[in-house]
């Protein structure tokens, strides 16, 4: 997973690579399917969704339109209602899931050094615990089809939609270029004043 960490003045550093990367670098991390997380570096909070929206508006604002409005705000309801409903529905990602982990052992073993709990207790308190985390993970079992029904009576475009949209206007963004290029300066700029 690529760390990034933003800075006081926005900056985004990646922590693997030690260098600094622009939003556009991170969204092609993304969209080539890699995993990254974005940490304030003051603070050490996750800001990864925070960041990934950016990387939305900051796209919206540079290709005036870019996606529909219908788009819009269907991200604008799904947020309110289908993506509350897949949270809970989904399973947590497996980093999530050890960041979990390790805060439940990080409070046993305080529970030890006060002595509330003995070492022997700690450790069968953190078996156990883990034990009940596995059976959970094994409870959580997701339905994609009810998934995408869900997503679908919500109006929430599926993955495909979007990269036939986003593919659809790189070739109309493209054509626009060179309808420009061929076209030269505008017949009223020729002839001048009359």
């Given at each position: 997973?690529?760390v990034?960490k933003?800075y006081?003045n926005r ?5 693997q690579?030690k260098r600094y990367?622009t939003l556009e670098l ?15 570096h003051?603070t050490?909070?996750d800001i990864?969704?925070?960041?990934l929206?950016?990387i939305i508006?900051e ?5 005036k339109?870019?996606l529909?409005?219908?788009t ?6 799904a947020s309110n209602e289908?993506l ?10 497996a980093?999530?899931?050890a960041q979990?982990d390790?805060?439940i052992?990080?409070r ?6 006060w002595?509330?709990?003995t070492a022997?207790q700690g450790?069968q308190?953190?078996?156990q ?10 409870a ?5 089809a009810a998934v995408?029904?869900e997503?679908?009576q919500r109006g929430?475009?599926?993955?495909a ?13 493209a054509?626009l ?5 061929n ?11 009359g």
């Amino acid at each position: 997973m690529t760390v990034i960490k933003r800075y006081a003045n926005r900056k985004l550093y990646d922590t693997q690579a030690k260098r600094y990367v622009t939003l556009e670098l991170l969204a092609a991390l993304v969209r080539r399917g890699e995993e990254v997380r974005v940490v304030d570096h003051a603070t050490g909070d996750d800001i990864t969704d925070l960041i990934l929206a950016q990387i939305i508006f900051e796209r919206e604002k540079r290709e005036k339109g870019g996606l529909p409005q219908v788009t819009l705000k269907a991200m604008i309801r799904a947020s309110n209602e289908a993506l509350d409903h897949l949270r809970s529905a989904l399973p947590w990602p497996a980093a999530a899931g050890a960041q979990v982990d390790d805060e439940i052992l990080r409070r046993i073993n305080l529970l030890v050094e006060w002595g509330d709990l003995t070492a022997e207790q700690g450790a069968q308190l953190g078996e156990q615990l883990a034990e009940a985390g596995e059976h959970l993970n094994e409870a959580a079992q997701v339905d994609p089809a009810a998934v995408a029904r869900e997503l679908q009576q919500r109006g929430v475009p599926t993955r495909a939609e979007l990269q036939v949209l986003e593919q659809r206007l790189a070739e109309l963004a493209a054509e626009l270029d060179r309808l420009a290029a061929n076209q030269g300066p505008a017949p009223e700029a020729q002839a001048g004043p009359g």
